[in-house]
């Protein structure tokens, strides 16, 4: 596979709820191979900002650029190149494993036997013809991985990425992020700072309005 | 400045539209003294109409500028809608004591006040809208794709419900076929109170933006405070 | 284009099928609603217009709760950022509003003879009256697509659905109240222009719908 250099670009965000201002003034900018991570105490506004890196939220001020190989990504082909882990981001808890990737991957589907491998690797497989309504707390992260991650994406949004799972669990989501590193641009909202630890650097949203 | 310009003018007119109204203009020929209703009946319609438009085309403006080359768009079309519904009630109030004054009940559904009625139900709608959303980052958004939305069904009513119900409004401005048939000096009245009444809505939807600028300058120089 | 419109369609029928909520509460109502104003008007005969007036309140009021739980359900389950990450917004406006459309056909399959059988309506010309229960029902349901989404993305509830789409399908109502009217009683005569009409209208709001979708459905 030919590897593509992938930037993400953040100017001036800033963000507030009503009359209270989440952050502002956020600039960062990430290229392929490096890694982020966004900590903070509950309420700071950390899944927020990963949804506007992510464009998926609106800030109020600034903006964010994506770029592939110096071009600028629109925000219609964006969404093929970003993977993301949230909760806020459910899979159909009326349908099963499977019939959840085939809906979510219709236009290009991933090779069959990778699907089962990677089903395999995070403990799934058995599982696939269950409703998702079913599953465990655990077992339904680990799908959310898998769906975000099942496509090779250049861009991997993690939220909590280690909430509800065992250490079994953690340990297969450690390895894997170390082994595409190289490859991803990641960006992580987390407050465990294990997971901090596995990014190179950290923006902390704290409760200083300077 | 044109806000300065506006309510003199508006100052000196309604008076005169007043007097006009009541004392100068003769009473129509069946309808006797009620007809009188009509200098404001029609022109409070009018505005009502006008700032449906504006609001529309504001929201419609509002979506397709995404780079907000134009200024507070989500506030003229909100403002307009506002005055629109007020001035809707107004006119429903006024036709509905002219109708029972002469065709002897308040409510036909003719087809000009069932388009009012529509009218002021996609207003209420997007009242609704709107104030469902007070803590929405996307309010803006969204109620103006529903006026816009809404403003393509209008002509269509206008259209179909004259087929399907047959008008008791008299027709004396808007009338493809026949010429105007007023008594000259109810012409002039009609115009004279038409004027005032856009003076008085631009008046009032100038100030209100005036006021609504101010009230967002304030909310921001909270913001640059935290 | 094709093929990912109807894999969406498909998922939204079988999330539909599995849970049966939105479908389930749509059919009672219209049981109910039907019912009750058979037992009301109890065996005294109806006459055609009203039976009309009947019919299409019976089917607005119903498929009001089906045809906003298509959107809202996605915001409810929090899969609304599942489908925007995978679908673009034309894919998910077209596989909505076809399974809205799917929905209101299948009501209107089990509406129509229930109000045959309960309050004896007699259909004198089939074939207008088929045409016309075609022609409403995708009007109303080009009509409420939009408004279904507009009322997901504001988090409000069903009875703002109901509010929202009432203004925007009251032309709607009108005509086919009034062409049903004639296809019911003997002796009135049809206008294909009512039709005319209904294909018009859901033409021009199909139009706008699709254009003014992308700017409700997309975020940032």
Same mark, same amino acid.
């Given at each position: 596979?030919?590897?593509?250099t992938y ?18 003034n956020?600039?960062?900018?990430l ?10 105490? &509950?309420?700071s ?10 464009k ?7 903006k964010v650029?994506y770029q592939?190989?110096?071009k ?19 899979p159909?808890?009326e349908l099963t ?6 809906f979510a ?6 090779a069959e036997d ?10 799934l ?7 998702v ?9 680990r799908l ?11 861009i991997?949004f993690?939220?909590e990425?280690?909430s &509800? ?11 894997y ?21 596995l ?9 200083d309005?300077? | ?6 309510m003199?003018?508006f100052y000196?007119?309604?008076p005169v ?33 006008l ?7 504001s ?36 036709g ?6 002469s065709?002897?009940?308040y ?5 000009r ?10 207003y ?11 803590e ?46 007023m ?9 004279f109170?038409?004027?005032s009444f856009t ?7 100038t100030l ?19 | ?25 749509s ?9 009750s104003?058979s ?6 005969a ?20 089906s ?10 389950e ?22 809205? @459309? ?6 209107? @399959? ?13 259909? %004198? ?11 409403g ?16 993305q ?10 929202l ?11 086919? %109240?009034?062409a ?5 009683t ?5 206008s ?23 700017v ?5």
């Amino acid at each position: 596979m030919v590897k593509q250099t992938y930037q993400v670009t953040a100017d001036t965000i800033g963000k507030r709820f009503g009359n209270v201002v989440l952050f502002r003034n956020i600039h960062f900018s990430l290229v392929t191979g490096q890694s982020m991570a966004i900590t903070g105490p &509950n309420g700071s506004g950390k899944s927020t900002l990963l949804s506007i890196t992510a464009k998926l939220a609106t800030p109020d001020r600034g903006k964010v650029v994506y770029q592939r190989d110096q071009k600028i990504i629109g925000r219609r082909e964006l969404f093929s190149h970003i993977g993301m882990v949230s909760p806020d981001i459910m899979p159909y808890r009326e349908l099963t494993a499977i019939e959840n990737i085939r809906f979510a991957f219709n236009t290009f589907t991933p090779a069959e036997d990778h699907v089962h491998d990677r089903m395999e690797a995070l403990g799934l497989y058995s599982h696939r013809h269950k409703p998702v309504a079913q599953y465990s707390t655990g077992m339904l992260q680990r799908l959310k991985l898998l769906v975000a991650t099942l496509g090779t994406p250049g861009i991997l949004f993690l939220d909590e990425p280690g909430s &509800n799972l065992d250490t079994t669990g953690k340990d297969i989501i450690y390895t894997y992020l170390d082994q595409v590193r190289p490859d991803i641009i990641l960006c992580m909202a987390t407050n465990e700072s294990t997971e901090a630890g596995l990014c190179e650097r950290s923006i902390y949203l704290g409760t200083d309005h300077s | 400045m044109v806000y300065t310009l506006i309510m003199s003018i508006f100052y000196v007119l309604m008076p005169v539209s007043i007097v006009l109204a009541f004392l100068w203009a003769p009473p129509a020929e069946i309808l006797g003294e009620t007809s009188r209703i009509l200098y404001f009946h029609v022109p409070v319609a009018w505005v009502a109409v006008l700032a449906f438009v504006i609001s529309g085309i504001s929201s419609l403006l509002y979506l397709w500028d995404r780079n907000n080359r134009f200024f507070i768009l989500e506030l003229k079309a909100y403002h307009a809608a506002r005055m629109g519904l007020v001035f809707c009630v107004i006119t429903v109030i006024t036709g509905s004591m002219w109708a029972k004054a002469s065709w002897g009940s308040y409510w036909n559904w003719d087809p000009r006040q069932s388009s009012i009625m529509v009218l002021f139900l996609i207003y209420v709608a997007y009242f609704s809208l709107y104030s469902a959303m007070r803590e929405n980052s996307r309010r803006d958004v969204l109620a103006s794709a529903y006026l816009v939305f809404a403003m393509v069904t209008v002509p269509f009513l206008v259209f179909v419900i004259p087929r399907i119900y047959p008008s008791l409004h008299p027709d004396p401005i808007i009338n493809a076929q026949r010429k105007i048939n007023m008594d000259p000096a109810m012409q002039l009245t009609l115009i004279f109170s038409m004027i005032s009444f856009t003076l008085f809505f631009l008046y009032l939807y100038t100030l209100q933006l005036r006021a609504a600028i101010l009230q967002r300058r304030i909310e921001e120089r909270h913001h640059e405070k935290l | 284009m094709v093929q990912t419109i109807l894999s969406s369609i498909r998922k939204d029928f079988r999330v539909e099928f599995r849970g049966r909520y939105a479908i389930n509460v749509s059919v009672a109502f219209a049981f109910i609603t039907t019912l009750s104003i058979s037992f009301a008007t109890g065996g005294t005969a109806i006459r055609p217009a009203i039976q009309a007036i009947f019919l299409w309140v019976i089917l607005f009021f119903s498929a009001m709760n089906s045809l906003s739980h298509v959107f809202t359900r996605e915001e409810e389950e929090s899969t609304a950022l599942f489908l925007r990450l995978h679908s673009s917004a034309e894919t998910v406006f077209l596989s909505k509003l076809l399974y809205n @459309m799917a929905v209101f056909m299948f009501l209107e @399959m089990l509406i129509v003879p229930l109000c045959v059988f309960f309050l004896s309506i007699t259909v %004198i010309q089939p074939v207008q009256f088929t045409i016309t229960m075609l022609a409403g029902g995708i009007a109303i349901t080009s009509a409420t697509t939009i408004i279904a989404a507009i009322v997901s993305q504001s988090g409000g509830r069903g009875s703002l659905f109901t509010i929202l789409s009432f203004p925007v399908t009251l032309p709607v109502l009108w005509v086919t %109240i009034d062409a049903t009217t004639r296809s019911i009683t003997s002796g009135l005569i049809f206008s294909w222009n009512s039709v005319l009409f209904l294909g018009a209208f859901s033409m021009a709001l199909l139009i706008v719908s699709y254009l003014l979708f992308p700017v409700i459905w997309d975020e940032g």
